[in-house]
């Protein structure tokens, strides 16, 4: 009996160890994750110029309005993907997908059914879906909530 307990034990040892490893390499991933969101927010995607350096939607007087207060939102990882990669029809938050509106992918709505509702596209550059999952997690990390 003693020596199936001292097995027993081993492996729920060596399952703790190899859980502990796989979250501290998640952990790693999420940390270098946000980190290039932080980047893609401040400089590529430029986000900080409509939201504002520090996501209070206090951008730069010549941006097109009045951004979201992203300490503020409710809105879930998901629909934050959503809302960089689509935009928001009929306000200034742009598009970053450059092929949003090409198919029904966002929202449901071709570009033809949206027609002058369309958002518009970034003042900066498109990003891919790896970049606006970043930029979210980022965002998710550093503002909502905070």
Do not use: W
């Amino acid at each position: 009996m003693t020596s199936r307990n001292q097995r027993r034990g081993r492996i729920a040892n060596l399952v703790i160890a190899a859980l502990a490893l796989l979250m501290a390499s998640v952990s790693v991933t999420h940390a270098q994750n946000v980190s290039f969101g932080q980047r893609l927010f401040q400089d590529k995607g430029d986000c900080k110029f409509c939201h504002g350096e520090n996501g209070d939607g206090r951008g730069d007087p010549r941006s097109p309005g009045a951004a979201s207060n992203l300490h503020n939102t409710k809105l879930t990882r998901e629909q934050l993907i959503e809302v960089i990669a689509c935009g928001r029809p009929a306000t200034e938050m742009p598009h970053f997908d450059k092929y949003a509106y090409e198919e029904k992918n966002c929202y449901g709505l071709s570009a033809d059914e949206l027609g002058q509702k369309i958002p518009p596209d970034p003042h900066s550059t498109s990003l891919n879906r790896r970049e606006i999952e970043a930029v979210v997690d980022y965002i998710v990390a550093t503002f909502v909530g905070k």
